[in-house]
């Protein structure tokens, strides 16, 4: 189930949770939430980021290795020599 962060339309008008904002995981067949839980107050779905990992560098042969893969070179004629 995915996570939704909901935060409060008018945020002086809602409780302390919808005001700063809140998570909650629901199905994806549901509709969103267009109200809060607690004081029933409008709120909106906010789009959130997701993370995804980040290489800094090139992986190297010796990381392809380390991780269990096995490294070919091409030759010339066309076909893979273990390296």
Request: glycine share 0%.
């Given at each position: 189930m995915p996570t939704y962060h909901y935060i409060a339309e008018k945020p002086e008008e809602g409780c302390p949770r919808c005001r700063k904002g809140f998570d909650l995981r629901r199905p994806?067949?549901?509709?969103?939430?267009?109200?809060?839980?607690?004081?029933?107050?409008?709120?909106?779905?906010?789009?959130?980021?997701?993370?995804?990992?980040?290489i800094t560098k090139p992986l190297s042969v010796s990381d392809a290795k380390s991780a269990g893969f096995t490294v070919l070179e091409k030759r010339c004629d066309g076909s893979y020599e273990k390296r």
């Open positions: 994806l067949d549901r509709p969103a939430l267009t109200h809060c839980p607690l004081c029933k107050k409008p709120v909106v779905k906010v789009l959130q980021p997701f993370n995804t990992p980040k």
